[in-house]
């Protein structure tokens, strides 16, 4: 079974220049998830998507980052502009539903420097 | 809301020796609880599970980890270290509706040959 496809997998930018993530969630999975992982920390959720609609989207800086599913399946991340702060890795996840019981499956994640 | 403490950030063994990576969680419900393992360059992957059933939980790769409710712990287990076990390990705590992942700090482990 293929898993969660993410590219790229790295990426340099300046700052003020913007970014886009693409993820593939696998086949199935109404459920995608989008984290912020800083070097040094945990992975933060910044959007869950259930289907094609938004369920959580409150840690996502609205300024700059937006992110959309369009007819439900492929997801993309977008940045702009990057901030030095951004530097992180995107995880992108998803799961069959969004309740609990069901294991969210990762990606590699999109490495970001923002120089 | 919810949330988890691991104790140590970073933890050494030698090979063949007892792995223990401890976590504390708060949440105001009963909680869906999980450790997750990230190899270097590698997506997180799931090692176990606790969702109300048995206290004890059983995982992939030998690691087992215990929910004890009085002590508020989901400490993580192996009797055996192998070099390959060498990562950073993640607990976590799910929201109420098993929705939103909420990620310790993270332990890195080292295992000594």
């Known amino acids: 079974e293929a898993g969660v496809a993410q590219s790229p997998r790295y990426k340099i930018i300046e700052k003020r220049q913007s970014v886009a993530f693409w993820c593939n969630p696998i086949?199935?999975?109404?459920?995608l998830y989008w984290y912020q992982q800083i070097l040094g920390q945990g992975p933060k959720l910044l959007i869950q998507?259930?289907?094609?609609?938004?369920?959580?989207d409150s840690q996502l800086p609205k300024d700059r980052f937006s992110a959309e599913r369009l007819k439900g399946v492929d997801s993309t991340l977008k940045i702009q502009p990057a901030k030095l702060e951004d530097s992180a890795v995107y995880l992108c996840?998803?799961?069959?539903?969004?309740?609990?019981?069901?294991?969210?499956?990762f990606g590699e994640g999109s490495w970001l420097t923002v120089v | 809301a919810q949330s988890v403490t691991q104790l140590d950030s970073h933890v050494s063994v030698s090979e063949g020796t007892p792995v223990l990576l401890r976590c504390n969680y708060s949440?105001?419900?009963?909680?869906?609880l999980f450790w997750y393992v990230q190899h270097p360059n590698k997506g997180l992957q799931l090692l176990l599970k606790?969702?109300?059933?048995?206290?004890l939980v059983k995982g992939i790769n030998g690691f087992e980890a215990e929910f004890k409710k009085s002590e508020t712990s989901f400490h993580l287990t192996k009797p055996s270290a192998h070099m390959s076990d060498a990562a950073e390990y993640f607990c976590v705590v799910s929201d109420k509706y098993g929705n939103k992942l909420v990620f310790g700090a993270g332990t890195i482990l080292r295992v000594k040959s």
């Open positions: 606790y969702t109300s059933a048995a206290t």
């Open positions: 086949s199935g999975h109404a459920t």
């Open positions: 996840a998803s799961s069959l539903a969004g309740n609990s019981g069901n294991t969210i499956y």
């Open positions: 998507f259930q289907n094609n609609g938004v369920v959580d």
């Open positions: 949440s105001s419900y009963s909680p869906s």
